[in-house]
């Protein structure tokens, strides 16, 4: 043990002569030499990502999506309703804010599946446009676990569960189509979105992929609109 010690001061007074470095400093050097490898472990991600769409996925997005709309009709309506500017502002903004919740919230929980399905943080950060792995972690907040978890049928995770976990309990009933969920509002906007966004009747193909209701609603939408 003795001559190994010696032996590392001798290559540690070399290296100190050889490149000007303080001993202590060559020390270090030598100890990170021979400090095994890391060996990265690389996970496959790919037969996930390129699976089917799990069902609950635009379940969630078609929740928060007509929450947000309704916001939106809120502040569009209020132009007709408000007395004066700071009237107009004080509620644009609380319905701003509150669509922009809904809209973290469900970044964040679509974000919270992927990691919850293997998806490496990489390509979610990717998704997510942003610029490191760290910044993914505060997207995914607890109340995005929380809704992840009821939508999946888990317990709530984290010291914060309770009971009436309200967040557990929407996530249910995105799964359940049930609670606060409005299934047949949630079709109807999305025939609505699609009669104005999709591009028909333009494009007569813009609605094939739509289930034959919402197609129906969708196509008689846009011959109202086009009148």
Known sequence: M???????????????RETGRSYQSAVQH???ELQPARVETVVDDRDTVRGPVPSELPRLAAHHIDAI???????????YLAHHYGDWCRIALYRLTD???HLHLLIGTIAAHMQH???IPQRIASNLQVRSVDEVHKIITTDARHQLAGILGLPCP?????????????????????????????????AFLAALYS???YDPTALDDLPDVTRCIAERAAGLSSE
């Open 117 to 119: 399905h293997g998806v």
């Open 158 to 190: 984290g010291p914060e569960e309770t009971p009436l976990d309200i967040d557990c309990s929407i996530g249910e009933g995105i799964a359940q189509r049930s609670g606060f969920v409005h299934a047949e509002r949630e079709a109807t906007l999305e």
């Open 2 to 16: 003795t001559q190994h010690n010696q032996a590392r001061k001798n290559d540690a007074r070399r290296l100190q």
């Open 69 to 79: 709309c309704g916001y939106f009709h809120h502040v569009l309506d209020h132009q």
């Open 99 to 101: 669509a922009q919740e």
């Open 199 to 201: 591009g028909y009747p």
């Open 30 to 32: 030598l100890r990170k």
